[in-house]
């Protein structure tokens, strides 16, 4: 029933440029926040930048200056784009969604199934 498409993940050289998108699908009454997290191996799952309906946006320290988020809430859709990349940022990216449906009453997570972003040396 809900479905987030991710592209955009590669191999980019430090310093370089990526894009991330995503596309929710799904009978949403509204989503609340659409956003990134990522995941470096080893490490636990972090919030890498997320807006809400208002277009206020959240970012880690890490990527602040960096990442720049952008949403289209009438098409359900996010892109992180990701500039001056550091190795450090090397990780699996989720798209992640908050959001209700027309068939509930409270706020659930939606994710992605996850894309690869590695930044070499």
């Known amino acids: 029933q809900v479905h987030l498409e991710e592209s955009g993940g590669g191999l980019v050289q430090d310093g370089g440029s990526l894009t991330l998108s995503c596309a929710a699908s799904?009978?949403?009454?509204?989503?609340?926040?659409m956003g990134w997290y990522r995941q470096a191996p080893g490490k636990q799952r972090e919030l890498v930048g997320s807006?809400?309906?208002?277009?206020?946006?959240t970012y880690a320290d890490s990527v602040k200056g960096r990442f720049t988020l952008s949403r289209d809430k009438a098409k359900n859709t996010v892109s992180l784009q990701m500039n001056s990349l550091k190795p450090e940022d090397t990780g699996v990216y989720f798209c992640?969604?908050?959001?209700?449906?027309?068939?509930?009453?409270?706020?659930?997570?939606?994710w992605g199934q996850g894309t690869q972003v590695t930044v070499s040396s």
């Open positions: 992640n969604a908050d959001g209700v449906l027309v068939t509930e009453t409270t706020v659930n997570s939606y």
């Open positions: 799904g009978k949403f009454y509204t989503i609340a926040v």
């Open positions: 807006v809400n309906r208002a277009g206020s946006a």
